[in-house]
């Protein structure tokens, strides 16, 4: 049996639940079985806010992820927030501004995802995409035709070779980070 418990956290604004809801809908397509779940702090925009996402090939007993084992972090403020809830051999995906403890246990992948965002393609509102992008290009967690359809059914008409781009940089930023 395959199980994965992924938590995406970041900042108010970066598209994260939008990320999670993809990410689940992308196990769908493949005939896994998904939830997804998120939640935010009060002031939204700006605090921090986590989707999480659970997947497996056998049913979901309980909706919530308890022991992640993948945890993206795009903020520092969301490292410090949710980090305490990733198995010790899981994976923490962070972004490269991101500063994590010198006694973390987990194996740390670090990626440029928001400076690939603007710096490379000049639209941050694509973070989300590139994050999906970098934690499947790492996990292979879900098959990438599988993400890059339920990408293309979610995000706005017209935007679509834009978010295509963003998954082939997060892809792209996913095997600098494992080298």
């Known amino acids: ?24 809908e992308s196990a769908i397509i493949e005939g896994k079985n998904a939830v997804q779940t998120q939640s935010y702090g009060p002031e939204a925009r700006g605090g921090a806010s986590k989707s999480e996402v659970v997947i497996s090939d056998e049913e979901i007993d309980f909706p919530k992820v308890r022991n992640c084992d993948i945890l993206l972090a795009l903020t520092q403020k969301s490292y410090e927030q949710y980090n305490h809830g990733l ?7 962070i972004d490269s501004s991101v ?28 973070t989300n995409i590139v994050a999906l992008g970098t934690i499947v ?3 292979n967690m879900v098959a990438r035709e599988a993400l890059e359809a339920a990408v293309l059914k979610r995000v706005p008409k017209g935007t679509e070779d834009l978010n295509k781009k963003a ?3 997060g892809y792209e930023i996913a095997q600098e980070a494992m080298v």
């Open 87 to 93: 198995k010790d051999e899981g994976i923490l995906i």
């Open 99 to 126: 500063k994590v403890a010198d006694t973390e246990k987990h194996k740390i992948y670090s990626a440029p995802i928001l400076e690939s965002a603007v710096n490379k393609l000049g639209k941050p509102m694509v």
């Open 137 to 139: 290009g790492i996990t």
């Open 167 to 169: 998954l082939a940089i």
């Open 1 to 24: 049996m395959e199980k994965y418990e992924v938590r995406l956290s970041g900042s108010g604004g970066q598209g994260l639940l939008l990320a999670g809801i993809i990410l689940a």
